[in-house]
């Protein structure tokens, strides 16, 4: 683990996603140098990033993102064999580094706090789905009340420590790392004074301040396709100033098996992937990691339980902007919380 990864920082040494990024417009090109957003594009956690910085100073940061990004990887990832969360799940260490650390301690809270709906303790259950890094398996009823009884155990931190009931309850981070791993570039760029930024890692987006030409950054929030291949279609924009947008959705990661599709979406009560009306959810708040885990858990409870989730918890975390997007017979349709729908309707500043 590099120093590059902090719990409460994150330096800048050596210096003295099914999100369409609507950053630039036509006139990029014709823009003087330092009216021209820095630009880096990669490849980390199985998935492409995109990040456009405005730096007086012409600095390119890619070295130190990828660094960040490569230890968040040995740290948290389950597609690399030997990250610290691999080797904690499968028993042979209990150390904690500070990235899982935040993960644990924020996992058990937002499981609190969404009644269940979010829970990173299904890890074996998303991978007998075939949504992880293992092959699928076909569960029979004493499988699954197995897995089940596997990720209702207990886990928490005790002095830097991991710490879990049954030794079989395995982690996946997946609905929250990426949105960390967001807030990790966010508080980079910060450290090194950048003022104005878009950050989009898979589709966990961040912006901070406004363009060169005082316009809010704009991203667009892709229309859920029938199929995993179709081309991105934009259903609506808005602008994004100093706050963090995810999307969750069940049209892109599932399989097909006798005519049922099966969502990469697990419900932690069941543990079976979820099968409703709504298509994809997407969440705005100050914290991209806590708008991944509240899209996340939204997916899993529903259209209906989750506009009730909102109704009895007002002004709560991810509860203010959000916009579901459903299946209406055959017929996509959408509903916006009014926070939701005031971004929608702002003119271009």
């Not at 260490?93 to 935040?102: G, H, I, P, Q, W």
């Not at 963090?244 to 932690?268: F, I, L, M, N």
């Not at 506009?307 to 916009?323: D, K």
Request: net charge negative; glycine share 8%.
């Amino acid at each position: 683990m590099t120093s590059y990864v902090k719990h409460r920082g994150v330096r800048c040494p050596g210096i003295g996603r099914f999100f369409l990024v609507l950053a630039a417009g036509g006139a990029l090109f014709a823009c003087r140098p330092a009216e021209r957003p820095m630009a880096i594009d990669g490849r980390a956690q199985g998935t492409t990033y995109a990040i456009r910085y405005y730096d007086p100073q012409r600095r390119d940061l890619r070295g130190q993102v990828d660094s960040l990004l490569a230890a968040f990887d040995q740290s948290a990832s389950l597609w690399v064999d030997s990250s610290l969360l691999r080797r904690l799940n499968a028993g042979q260490t209990d150390s904690l580094d500070a990235v899982l650390a935040f993960l644990v301690e924020r996992s058990c809270e937002m499981t609190a706090y969404t009644d269940g709906a979010f829970d990173p303790r299904v890890g074996r259950l998303v991978q007998m789905w075939g949504f992880s890094f293992r092959q699928r398996t076909e569960p029979d009823s004493a499988m699954l009340v197995d897995l089940l009884r596997a990720s209702r155990g207990r886990v928490w931190c005790e002095g830097g420590r991991y710490r879990r009931q049954y030794d079989d309850t395995e982690l996946d981070f997946n609905a929250i790392a990426q949105g960390y791993a967001s807030d990790l570039v966010a508080r980079l760029m910060d450290s090194c004074g950048i003022e104005s930024y878009l950050i989009d890692i898979g589709g966990e987006v961040i912006a901070r301040g406004r363009k060169a030409d005082g316009t809010p950054w704009r991203v667009g929030i892709e229309r859920p396709s029938a199929d995993s291949v179709s081309a991105p279609v934009v259903e609506t924009a808005i602008p994004l100033e100093d706050r963090a947008v995810v999307t969750s959705g069940s049209y892109r990661k599932y399989y097909e098996k006798d005519g049922v599709r099966y969502s990469h979406t697990v419900d932690p009560a069941t543990g079976r992937p979820v099968q409703h009306s709504l298509l994809s959810v997407s969440v705005v708040d100050d914290e991209c990691w806590r708008a991944d885990a509240m899209a996340t858990a939204y997916m899993v409870m529903g259209l209906d339980s989750a506009l009730s989730f909102i109704e009895h918890h007002p002004g709560g975390p991810g509860t203010e902007a959000v916009l579901f997007i459903y299946d209406d017979g055959g017929v996509l349709r959408s509903h916006a919380t009014p926070e939701f729908e005031a971004l929608q309707t702002q003119k271009r500043l």
